[in-house]
């Protein structure tokens, strides 16, 4: 044991190293193609998965097929107090709970609700917050923020209880797993500020109680964020849109927004048949935006992501895999976070390879390997591949979203790394209660200037060429 802990060290050391050395001059992305004028049909399939641009429909979380109806294009020009652009997690929040405000708000969207990352992520309700530091520069250094955050944390499983979709959305129960305990306590010491804060519900298990959870001996220690879970984020999304639109807010789909004029007192946007003119222009974009405010382009690291769903599994499988129903990752690298949902599939999310994005038999294969050696009564049991696809995570240096406000009235939501599902719905209602209260000076949180990275591509350097494959290489060998 000793060391297999002294190899998996090694591992993370060595990669740091690397990480570093392969980040010296590089500039070497090139950038997407704007997502609203790029011709799809003259992109080849490989292109659509690499740059996260193939069809939401593609999605398993679309499966079976949602009864959604399409909301219609905007034809004519009307006037509203908010105009939110994108219809994902953080719009649709944002537009709920304007119209929960007795706001006028109109909502532009490209595709349909859920269209982008929304419609894309792993299904994860991770209730933590990254980094402490950022707090430092918050109205009252944080205070507000983190009692937000406490009260709503949960918002996922709230919105879908009270406005009574189906989301999908559970508290199962968040399951981070290692081989030691040495790894937990480690990894617990990430986040002991917020639970020494009340802000984290977490519980310690190993032994039979850890085997009873996961179906698997394969890890000794875990620690259970007890208000995580798992959410269908296309459902909620719609879900959100749908309830929005019961409220008044006036939704309108395959509606790129083109061009946007205005001053300080109102701003219009036209799209190809029409316009909105507004006191307030919300975009939230995240990793796919168009290019009207170049200004939301250029902030961020594009990074793009797969996931996949199983067929429902059968019975002996659903009693090996899962049997607690936690969603599950891994510490200290998690190359293969897993939830098991409703239907009793599992989704299974990761980076694609740099080389072959577009090829779900490789991945899943990669993944099911996996599987069969964290469960090996698996083998032989009809584990099949239903849905594969891949979508852009936006992420910055800052670990927190951006809120920005480019000029007085025109202000941008987004940038949700990797924990959009609770963060996105609860910066969209924090938002919205301060545009409803026409006091966007009280928010919780600073508002900022967007500032164009250097080097939009390194994320993508440091994680997808560099960290993952090191990481897959060491969880063949038996090093992870």
């Avoid at 079976?64 to 219809?87: F, N, Q, S």
């Avoid at 709230?158 to 999908?168: C, K, T």
């Avoid at 935006?289 to 250029?298: D, K, M, N, Q």
């Amino acid at each position: 044991m000793a060391q297999a802990k002294l190899r998996r060290r090694a591992l993370l050391t060595g990669g740091a190293v690397t990480l570093g050395a392969g980040l010296l001059g590089a500039r070497w992305w090139k950038g997407y193609p704007d997502l609203l004028t790029a011709d799809a049909a003259a992109q080849s399939e490989a292109d659509l998965f690499e740059r996260g641009l193939i069809a939401v429909e593609r999605s398993g979380w679309t499966r079976p097929p949602a009864v959604i109806p399409a909301y219609p294009e905007l034809t004519g020009d009307l006037t509203t107090d908010v105009l939110v652009i994108g219809a994902g997690l953080a719009g649709s929040s944002l537009a709920l709970h304007l119209a929960e405000a007795g706001v006028a708000v109109t909502v532009l969207e490209a595709r349909q609700p859920g269209w982008g990352a929304s419609g894309r992520n792993a299904g994860h309700v991770l209730p933590t917050l990254r980094d402490p530091g950022v707090f430092a520069s918050f109205p009252d250094r944080g205070k507000a923020f983190l009692e937000a955050f406490r009260a709503h944390h949960t918002l996922p499983y709230d919105l879908q209880a009270r406005h009574g979709f189906a989301a999908d959305a559970v508290r199962s129960g968040y399951l981070n797993v290692a081989a030691d305990a040495d790894g937990i306590r480690t990894f617990r010491a990430q986040t002991a500020w917020m639970e020494q804060q009340g802000l984290l519900s977490v519980a310690e298990i190993g032994g039979e109680d850890l085997h009873r959870a996961t179906g698997s001996k394969a890890w000794d220690r875990a620690l259970n964020y007890v208000d995580g879970g798992r959410v269908n984020p296309y459902r909620l999304t719609n879900g959100m849109a749908a309830t929005a639109a019961r409220l008044g807010a006036r939704i309108y789909g395959q509606s790129p927004a083109l061009a946007i004029a205005g001053n300080e007192r109102r701003w219009t946007v036209r799209t190809a048949k029409g316009s909105v003119t507004a006191d307030r222009v919300v975009f939230c974009t995240n990793a796919y935006p168009g290019g009207i405010v170049p200004e939301f382009t250029a902030a961020f690291y594009p990074l793009t992501a797969y996931a996949l769903t199983t067929e429902p599994l059968p019975d002996d499988a659903r009693a090996a895999i899962m049997p607690g129903g936690q969603t599950l990752a891994q510490v200290p690298i998690d190359l293969n976070p897993l939830v098991r949902d409703e239907q009793d599939r599992l989704i299974l999310s990761s980076i694609p390879t740099v080389s072959s994005p577009a090829d779900a038999r490789w991945h899943f294969a990669n993944q099911l390997d996996w599987l069969h050696r964290t469960w090996p009564e698996t083998r032989g049991m009809k584990i099949e591949l239903q849905a594969y696809w891949t979508g852009r995570v936006a992420m910055r240096d800052r670990q927190f979203p951006g809120v920005f406000e480019l000029q007085p009235g025109l202000f941008g939501l987004m940038y949700f790394n990797a924990w959009g599902n609770v963060m996105a719905p609860l910066m969209g209602k924090l938002l919205a209660e301060g545009l409803a209260a026409d006091r966007p000076d009280t928010l919780p949180f600073p508002i900022e200037k967007p500032l164009a990275v250097s080097n939009p591509g390194k994320m993508d350097r440091i994680i997808r060429h560099v960290m993952i494959p090191a990481a897959r290489t060491g969880q063949r060998i038996g090093l992870l």
